[in-house]
């Protein structure tokens, strides 16, 4: 057989090996949670952001305490939400990222993915944002959603929902005494 015959199939495979395993993203027709949409009480919201024009051919797969809630791909965006309590986010490049963050129901929280490519090699720093220096940043980024995976990832639910290491316990209720006449 020759070396020509072997190479083409062995080509063509690989190829399509490397086609299955990428991030895809795309816009969705509705955003499931969006940066401007009231937090359900029982929730936090977490929306993250990147803008950044470096690296901007490099997917960030984000991971909320390990579970798969979404990526970002150059001037993107996308928001999920949270169970109140601890999060550990982690952002990965060609250096994995993270933030850290107690969630308190109703709240919404904003992360913006900075970048710095050195000679290649893309990093990803973690901010968090206050509401106000955010809401530019949505605006002018657009939201997207994974759509496609590599084969050993599970596609995030939608809307996604990232359950806290350690739960934050219900509030209680003290009932008021009552006064007597």
């Known amino acids: 057989m020759a070396l020509k015959e072997l190479l083409v199939p062995s080509f063509v495979l690989v190829a399509c090996l490397a086609g299955c395993s990428s991030w895809k993203l795309d816009r969705p027709a509705v955003a499931p949670v969006q940066a401007q949409t009231q937090v359900p009480p029982t929730a936090a919201k977490i929306c993250v952001v990147r803008t950044a024009v470096l690296g901007s051919a490099v997917t960030f797969p984000t991971r909320d ?45 904003f992360l913006k993915q900075e970048v710095d490519n050195i000679f290649g090699y893309v990093k990803c720093r973690a901010v968090w944002l206050a509401e106000s220096e955010a809401r530019g940043l949505f605006e002018s980024s657009s939201y997207e959603v994974l759509v496609g995976v590599p084969g050993s990832e599970r596609l995030p639910d939608n809307p996604p929902f990232a359950r806290a290491k350690s739960p934050q316990p219900a509030a209680s209720v003290t009932p008021s005494p009552q006064s007597g006449t």
């Open 65 to 109: 305490n390990r579970l798969l809630v979404g990526a970002t791909l150059g001037n993107t965006h996308f928001c999920y939400l949270a169970e109140p309590g601890e999060h550990e986010i982690t952002i990965e490049a060609d250096a994995i990222e993270t933030a850290k963050l107690t969630a308190e129901a109703g709240k919404s929280y």
